[in-house]
């Protein structure tokens, strides 16, 4: 009996060494980045009333129809007022926005939906990150906030741009807004006093003849 357990002792801990050595190949290769990445963003089982392959297929035409409609918006910007977009490009610039928005919405559901069973996942889905599942826990959370904090400042930034646009004050809504700006400007440097009073009131009479 005692030779017997040492023969299963010895079974399972070859086994296991052997399951290590098959993993460790594997883990230096980018299979665990692809893991690490689905496991950010990717749709798994849970988060729609479907099964798990059907909602990867659904998660992957969503980020495909984001990526297109990323294209077309970076493609109406680099063209203006003169682009495809045309004279639409500010109302088209602020739903954008609402759109940036709403993925936000979209990827912190995910994340609620994916932190509650993450150290199950962590066996089914992500078996190259083999690490304790608190620490796992802890660098996704880390990754998400600064997703979000990325994001967040993303969609400012291009929401000041969809202001501009539609308020002006820039030559990024029309061309002669620019124009305009500078006739302004020349026209208050004409009626501005010389340079010699400038700290002082300027005489009434008319200026003295240069010298």
Not at 115 to 120: E, P, R, T, V
Not at 163 to 183: I, Q, R, S, Y
């Amino acid at each position: 009996r005692v030779l017997q357990q040492r023969f299963r002792g010895a079974t399972s801990e070859r086994r296991k060494s052997e399951h290590e050595s098959e993993l460790k190949p594997e883990s230096q290769g980018v299979g665990w980045l692809l893991q690490l990445v689905d496991m950010d963003i990717g749709w798994k089982d849970g988060f729609l009333p479907t099964n798990d392959r059907t909602t990867q297929a659904c998660g992957l035409m969503y980020g495909v129809a984001i990526v297109m409609l990323s294209g077309c918006m970076f493609n109406a910007v680099l063209g203006g007022p003169s682009g495809s977009c045309g004279g639409y490009l500010p109302a088209t610039a602020r739903w954008f926005v609402a759109f940036l928005n709403l993925q936000i919405i979209f990827f912190v559901a995910l994340v609620l939906s994916k932190s509650a069973k993450l150290c199950q996942l962590q066996e089914k889905s992500y078996p190259l990150l083999h690490m304790e599942c608190s620490v796992l826990w802890f660098l996704y959370l880390e990754r998400v906030g600064a997703l979000l904090l990325t994001a967040s400042l993303c969609t400012w930034v291009f929401a000041s741009f969809a202001f501009v646009l539609t308020f002006g004050g820039a030559a990024l809504d029309k061309p002669e807004f620019g124009h305009e700006m500078e006739e302004f400007h020349d026209m208050e440097y004409d009626d501005a006093p010389p340079l010699e009073y400038m700290g002082r009131a300027p005489p009434l009479g008319p200026p003295p003849p240069p010298a």
